[in-house]
């Protein structure tokens, strides 16, 4: 273990989070300080003696800031390999002595540009001398311990409190790889704000990054290693959910989480109460309803089977009567904009159940981008925000919807487009009556959604299949008329798909022939 004494060290922060206690550890060791700015400032209100970056270089701060670190003075101090004979004399030679220590965690960029800042704050707001400090200490990690995240400050402190003032080589590797992480997370940061700035949709160099907010057990299997990181983007769900209860999460919930958050997010909770059920990344219920409790009650018929170990979401603060309902089935994860407590003390007997509290909804109109793992690569796209209203449907069959049946098609091809490609979803009375998911065959997914819709009538009682006066809903259009004559064998009395085929009058004729309605979309939602 190569210890190495911190007898001098630079502070430069935005995050002032803890900063203070960190010096005063540091001055306990007789560690020298210098700084910057508004950080020696804070250091001097604290009663600490701080030597400004100006004294050291010999310079005074320039154009407004942006020069004050860039010195042979700063860096020589921080890049110096100090067993090495020749570095050692450049260091006499120009009077640099070592710096030992960079705390430096950047100018708020990330932050800036979530608060809508213009475009001149935004490149005032570009670390120049952070990030290069940050890299030169890092890279000589041998010599110089190097912290960006002020969580790291215990760690410094208690090694320095071990041994004599001095840190690990295996700490200062540690830090080092949090440093070059940082900034390159920082750098993707404005790489990527630049490219929306300028409008290219797909820049020659895209970078991606990410901040440890989990380390999971395991990934979806147990040989699999996993862990959450978020990336920063200001999206309410499970990157921002407080755990209230329960079990650590795992690879899957998270997951299916999501699927489920940003499923009933489509449906606005001033119009409607939501829940939807999520079992493996697909829905096996979604309705809607005056309340909450009306809402789940619905989506747990359409397959009450399936809903047994599931995760459920909703679209508005959860309330104790809901919870008294959810407390009957065995539940993996909820999640919800808020609970209240009556639902919380309810809820809180089931010690296993995990209940995040997103404190939002994501808003299903925004943009963003989203990433898939490609060997060699990945694959980016725009999210799917796009949205079918009455007013976009081309009706294109004799017979025309009614508005009942037309509040189920837009309700049908709104849960569709959260439903794994090919998909079938059947909907009566705002409430999902029969989902096929996932296969190779959209006729395929018609049966299976069919086939779930008359399990769900044997488990629940009913006279009758929901899917008899149904609509249904295509993610895709049917390529030939065996898909649409499943769907009215089922019993659908309408049906909405984007349309598109070389076969549509095909379709359209075989749908005037079985008296249905059917609505053309315009817009397709596959989703793999």
């Known amino acids: 273990m190569t210890l190495r004494p911190i007898r001098r060290a630079l502070l430069s922060v935005s995050d002032k989070q803890g900063l203070v206690e960190f010096a005063q550890g540091l001055a306990r060791h007789g560690t020298a300080l210098i700084s910057t700015g508004g950080t020696a400032k804070a250091l001097r209100d604290a009663g600490l003696a701080v030597s400004d970056v100006s004294e050291v270089t010999g310079s005074p701060e320039m154009m407004d800031g942006r020069v004050k670190t860039l010195h042979p003075k700063i860096h020589g101090g921080l890049l110096a390999l100090r067993d090495k004979a020749d570095h050692a004399d450049a260091m006499r030679a120009h009077g640099i002595e070592g710096i030992d ?7 708020p ?3 800036t540009v979530a608060k809508g800042a213009s475009y001149e704050e935004t490149i005032e707001n570009i670390d120049i001398g952070g990030p290069a400090m940050t890299r030169s200490a890092a890279k000589n990690h041998d010599w110089v311990s190097v912290v960006v995240d002020p969580q790291d400050y215990a760690a410094v402190l208690a090694e320095m409190d071990a041994n004599k003032g001095a840190t690990s ?11 070059f992480a940082r900034t390159a997370a920082y750098d993707a940061a404005v790489s990527n704000w630049l490219a929306d700035a300028i409008e290219e949709k797909a820049p020659r160099r895209r970078a991606l990054a990410g901040h440890l907010r989990q380390a999971l057990r395991y990934g979806e299997n147990p040989h699999q290693s996993a862990a ?3 990336t920063g983007e200001k999206r309410f769900g499970v990157a921002t959910a407080e755990q209230v209860q329960g079990r650590e999460l795992s690879y899957n919930n998270i997951n299916d989480t999501d699927a489920a958050y940003e499923l009933v997010a ?10 939807a059920i999520i079992k493996h990344a697909n829905p096996c219920g979604v309705a809607l309803g005056r309340d909450l409790v009306e809402a789940y009650k619905k989506a747990l018929a359409c397959d009450p089977v399936s809903a047994y170990g599931g995760i459920l979401a909703f679209n508005r603060k959860l309330d104790g009567a809901t919870a008294e309902e959810i407390a009957k089935l065995f539940t993996e994860v909820i999640i919800a904009p808020d609970a209240d407590e009556d639902a919380r003390r309810i809820l809180s007997a089931r010690r296993n159940l995990r209940l995040l509290i997103a404190g939002g909804l994501p808003d299903p109109n925004a943009g963003g981008l989203a990433y898939k793992s490609v060997a060699g690569g990945f694959l980016v796209q725009t999210r799917d925000n796009g949205h079918v209203a009455a007013s976009d449907l081309k009706i294109v069959t004799k017979r025309k919807p009614s508005d009942g049946e037309l509040a189920d098609m837009l309700f049908a091809f709104t849960v569709g487009k959260h439903v794994k490609s090919n998909t079938i979803v059947y909907a009566k009375d705002l409430q999902t009556a029969g989902i096929g998911a996932g296969q190779m065959s959209r006729v395929d997914s018609a049966r299976i959604a069919a086939l779930k819709a008359l399990d769900a009538q044997k488990e629940v009682g009913w006279a009758e299949p929901m899917t008899k006066g149904s609509a249904a809903a295509s993610d895709a259009f049917f390529p030939f008329a065996d898909g649409l004559l499943t769907v009215a064998e089922a019993g659908a009395t309408s049906v909405i798909q984007p349309g598109g085929s070389i076969r549509d009058q095909e379709i359209i004729d075989a749908a005037d022939n079985a008296g249905l309605a059917m609505a053309f979309t315009g817009m397709r939602h596959f989703r793999h």
């Open 101 to 107: 220590l960079l705390v430096c965690n950047l100018y």
């Open 109 to 111: 960029f990330e932050s």
């Open 169 to 179: 080589l295996a700490l200062r590797r540690k830090l080092a790889q949090t440093a």
């Open 228 to 230: 959450f990181y978020t």
């Open 266 to 275: 489509e449906f606005a909770p001033a119009q409607h109460a939501a829940c």
